[in-house]
């Protein structure tokens, strides 16, 4: 992925949608329409009952999601009937209870398959995913890790082992728009680079162009999802153009 999508020194737009909010139809023209936006990858978020990490906007849209019937099934065959027709990278964002339950090795299989080049991951600790990492690896996905402020010593080990890119959580907490950007991140990313040389991307907070622009002076990719999740709240059906156009604005501050 990061011979692809990280070339040239440009910097990276990675916007998140939760998949199947409002249905799975909206997700398949949101997709489309980042594509447009020119967003270098798309991470989908496997709607989940219990998203420890996210903050009240994307937790009301996995309840979302789910009530309107959303499967792990349904969002499969949705991306193998479109990937032919999306230039951007694909990422699925996921808990690994889903994982486990439909059973590591197809799941693995079937996300490959329908043409997802890797897997974010952010309840299963570093130390704990061989079981994961085994078939990602067999199946040629990445396991993308996350760092945090809170990472600490954790981090040159992580950056080590490390590929596709590393999801650099900004701020502690869960995501959700916020004012500012910790500088803690800047330090982060800079031991990170130390270790390994992986493109740094930022996520947890990113929320306008403005702070999007800023954080990309120093990121190599950012992250945006509470933002462009509100949106689907608030328009539902009708958010693809608002979507698009909020897209836009933000790719271009980035690059």
Same mark, same amino acid.
């Not at 009301?60 to 999306?86: N, P, Q, W």
């Not at 997802?116 to 600790?125: A, K, N, T």
């Given at each position: 992925m990061n011979k692809i999508l990280f070339k040239d020194g440009k910097k990276a737009f990675i916007p998140f949608i939760t998949g199947g909010d409002p249905d799975i139809e909206t997700t398949e023209k949101l997709i489309f329409a980042l594509d447009k936006a020119k967003a270098d990858i798309i991470e989908i978020g496997i709607p989940f009952s219990d998203p420890?990490?996210?903050?009240?906007?994307?937790?009301?849209?996995?309840?979302?999601?789910?009530?309107?019937?959303?499967?792990?099934?349904?969002? &499969? *065959?949705?991306?193998?009937?479109?990937?032919?027709?999306?230039?951007?990278?694909?990422?699925?964002?996921? +808990? +690994?209870?889903?994982? &486990?339950? +439909?059973?590591?090795?197809?799941?693995?299989?079937?996300?490959?398959?329908?043409?997802?080049?890797?897997?974010?991951?952010?309840?299963?600790?570093? *130390? *704990?995913?061989?079981?994961?990492?085994?078939?990602?690896?067999?199946?040629?996905? +990445?396991?993308?890790?996350?760092?945090?402020?809170?990472?600490? *010593?954790?981090?040159?080990?992580?950056?080590?082992?490390?590929?596709? &890119?590393?999801?650099c959580v900004s701020s502690l907490g869960v995501t959700g728009e916020r004012d500012k950007i910790g500088t803690s991140v800047k330090k982060m990313i800079s031991r990170a680079k130390a270790a390994n040389n992986i493109p740094c991307c930022v996520g947890f907070g990113i929320s306008n162009a403005e702070q999007a622009g800023e954080t990309a002076k120093f990121a190599d990719g950012v992250i945006v999802g509470s933002a462009i999740v509100k949106l689907v709240e608030q328009y539902g059906r009708d958010s693809v153009q608002h979507v698009a156009e909020f897209a836009e604005k933000i790719n271009k501050a980035v690059k």
């Open positions: 420890v990490a996210e903050g009240p906007v994307i937790e009301a849209a996995s309840e979302r999601a789910l009530k309107a019937g959303c499967t792990v099934d349904k969002l &499969f *065959e949705m991306i193998t009937r479109i990937r032919g027709e999306i230039n951007a990278g694909l990422v699925f964002m996921t +808990y +690994y209870n889903p994982i &486990f339950a +439909y059973g590591v090795e197809k799941f693995t299989a079937k996300t490959k398959a329908c043409g997802v080049d890797g897997l974010i991951v952010p309840d299963l600790p570093f *130390e *704990e995913r061989d079981e994961l990492l085994k078939p990602c690896v067999a199946n040629g996905l +990445y396991l993308i890790s996350l760092i945090a402020p809170t990472s600490e *010593e954790r981090i040159d080990k992580i950056a080590k082992n490390s590929e596709g &890119f590393l999801y």
